[in-house]
């Protein structure tokens, strides 16, 4: 049992170049989330998605988009990447609030803008 | 809105020594709930205890229990017979909600926590 699977676990990109952030979950959860984190800072929410092909936006959505086609996968995108970027971003996964304990996240990615 | 404080940016403590990161919160809700997480230098999250604001008694998982004071709006994590693997960055975090019956966690900055042998 996997949990939260993140790809790439690191990546560098330059100035304007695009990318895609992978998240998968294998525990049939609602809801997923992606949050970024800056040296020396929590946690804060960029989407979130609370089913099969439906987003929402979070604290910091600005500069990403998110698509969920499949229940169990999550999708952060960059369209043209800037320094202002640079952070780890976090995956997480939940149920539904019924049955909310918590969330289960994934290992992260790190992601550097040049 | 929610808002979690650790004042706290670094804590150094002796091996065996029990150790106490403070947080207190704020929130108009009257029902939370209020998350402790572990970040060791790997990077990953690790979740270490849960209370919910209607609990009657503080949460205690292993060495971890959390000093909740609803009245003062604290919750803070108790970490007894401190040990070197507990060096990390610790995290306090707070729920709250998003639409159609999400769950955001609101954190606070962190707290760096060195065990010294």
Do not use: E, Q
């Given at each position: 049992n996997a949990g939260v699977t993140q790809t790439p676990k690191f990546r560098v990109l330059k100035t304007g170049q695009s990318m895609t952030l992978l998240c998968a979950q294998d525990m049939n959860h609602e809801y997923m989330y992606w949050y970024r984190q800056d040296p020396?800072?929590?946690l804060r929410l960029i989407h979130y998605s609370v089913g099969e092909g439906t987003t929402a936006k979070g604290e910091v959505p600005d500069g990403y988009?998110?698509?969920?086609l499949k229940k169990q996968n999550f999708l952060l995108g960059l369209e043209s990447a800037a320094p202002s970027q640079t952070s780890v971003y976090f995956c997480a996964s939940s149920y539904s609030v019924r049955a909310w304990d918590g969330y289960t996240f994934g290992s992260g990615t790190?992601?550097?803008?040049v | 809105a929610q808002k979690i404080t650790q004042t706290q940016p670094g804590m150094f403590v002796q091996e065996k020594e029990a150790v106490t990161l403070d947080c207190t919160y704020d929130t108009s809700d009257p029902s939370y709930g209020l998350f402790w997480y572990k970040q060791p230098s790997s990077g990953e999250m690790i979740f270490l205890i849960y209370q919910g604001s209607y609990d009657q008694q503080n949460a205690t998982e292993g060495r971890y229990s959390l000093n909740f004071q609803k009245a003062?709006?604290?919750a803070n994590l108790v970490i007894s017979a401190s040990q070197l693997g507990d060096s990390a960055m610790y995290f306090c975090a707070m729920r709250g909600a998003l639409s159609q019956g999400a769950q955001k966690l609101v954190f606070g900055q962190g707290t760096r926590l060195t065990i010294n042998p």
């Open positions: 020396g800072m929590g988009n998110v698509s969920r790190r992601l550097t803008v | 003062r709006k604290s």
